[in-house]
């Protein structure tokens, strides 16, 4: 049976922020809350922040950006899919990975939540 590895710290919550098994690591869906626990304001920083996040835990578990296959975008507002897709696409500029983006109501007030999968 392959190994699970865990990435990332800890949250109060009973979830992984990212798992590493063979060689891929799955990110759980990471949410604009900096590490003093504030929601950062606006859909670019809350962007930004998330796929700092996911760049950072896929970085810890050996990948890189370029390495990510597929994420998944949660957006509160259809009307935030332009700006979020700017920021996007700075984190992906070569090839961007395959996505879904779906519009939901989120957990905490928060207008996006993005997962992921890398190959390392």
Do not use: H, W
Request: aromatic share 6%.
């Amino acid at each position: 049976m392959a190994e699970i590895t865990q990435f990332g710290t800890p949250t109060n919550i009973p979830l992984s922020p990212a798992l590493r098994t063979g060689n891929l690591v799955f990110v759980s869906g990471q949410v604009p809350v900096d590490d003093k626990g504030r929601i950062v304001e606006g859909i670019e920083a809350q962007t930004r922040l998330v796929l700092e996040k996911i760049r950072d835990l896929v970085v810890e578990a050996g990948g890189s950006m370029d390495k990510v296959v597929k994420t998944t975008v949660f957006l509160k507002n259809t009307e935030d899919f332009a700006a979020m897709n700017k920021v996007y696409a700075e984190f992906f500029s070569r090839t961007p990975p395959a996505r879904s983006t779906i519009r939901c109501e989120l957990m905490i007030d928060i207008r996006v939540e993005i997962e992921a999968i890398a190959v390392v």
